[in-house]
């Protein structure tokens, strides 16, 4: 999964592709990258980000979705959001997956618009909010409290009329973490098998990596595409991704890997992972 950011302050590539022209660009560069999903978002959730409004949200996002589609664009497209009126406004005009960081918590709404879109829906684990997640990183056992509070979401979405088979869940990377909880999760990734939902797995040049490992600006790239390489071999069914060629590289090999140890068992787990 590609990530977009029409925003001027999201904490990798704030203000990148934030005009429409330059975002235009960016999403048709991905598809020769080797991307099988856009994922689009108007709103930066960095810790400490602003919020910006719905109305300013929609005009950063809808009209990208809307030129996109209508120039056939050939990937399924994401709106990253946490506003019911931002998502029903991006199914309109042509995405299909909702993307929620609060896993439908901030507005309940958003799952039964995607209910009502048909769409699927991605379902994070976040405590709190963008501007107040810091304070809540404290977790007795935080891969089992991740899972649970991540199970409780699924039902949600299963009440709001989604299917199961259009749902995805991410332990949220990050967001509510401690970077060594961050790595904890990426480390026990299997732990939401028992979910039975496909894994999406967003850790991308985030600040864990520095602050374990002491990588910082360019060299996160590196500790990215490892963190890519161990999700994909646990079983992460998506990867949202800042660098998708790179990416794309390391999941070649790393599916070449699984399928030389063993074949049936690869195909059968990664069919639609990698």
């Not at 026990?188 to 602050?211: E, T």
């Amino acid at each position: 999964m590609a990530i977009l950011n029409v925003t001027p302050d999201s904490f990798y590539d704030g203000g990148r592709y934030r005009g429409l022209h330059a975002a235009l660009a960016r999403a048709w560069a991905v598809v020769d990258e080797g991307a099988d999903l856009l994922d689009i978002g108007g709103e930066s959730t960095r810790p400490g980000a602003a919020d910006v409004g719905p109305t300013e949200e929609a005009a950063r996002v809808t009209p990208v979705i809307e030129q996109l589609v209508k120039a056939g664009y050939p990937l399924p497209i994401s709106i990253d959001t946490t506003r019911a009126s931002v998502a029903a406004g991006a199914l309109d005009v042509g995405a299909v997956i909702v993307n929620d960081v609060s896993g439908g918590v901030r507005e309940p709404e958003i799952l039964r618009v995607a209910a009502r879109g048909g769409a699927a829906v991605i379902l994070m684990h976040m405590r709190g909010s963008p501007q107040t997640m810091g304070a809540h990183a404290d977790y007795g056992d935080i891969v089992t409290e991740v899972r649970d509070a991540l199970a409780e979401r699924c039902r949600a979405a299963d009440a709001a009329g989604i299917p199961p088979e259009r749902q995805c869940v991410d332990p949220g990377i990050g967001f509510a973490k401690t970077a060594a909880g961050s790595l904890e999760l990426v480390a026990h990734l299997g732990a939401l098998d028992s979910l039975h939902r496909p894994i999406l797995v967003g850790a991308s040049r985030k600040s864990f990596l520095g602050r374990l490992f002491g990588q910082e600006e360019e060299e996160r790239h590196w500790g990215s595409l490892a963190v890519a390489a161990w999700s994909a071999a646990e079983g992460a069914h998506i990867l949202r991704v800042h660098d998708v060629r790179s990416t794309r590289c390391v999941l070649d090999v790393t599916r070449g890997l699984l399928l030389a140890r063993d074949p049936a068992a690869a195909l059968s787990q990664h069919r639609d992972t990698l």
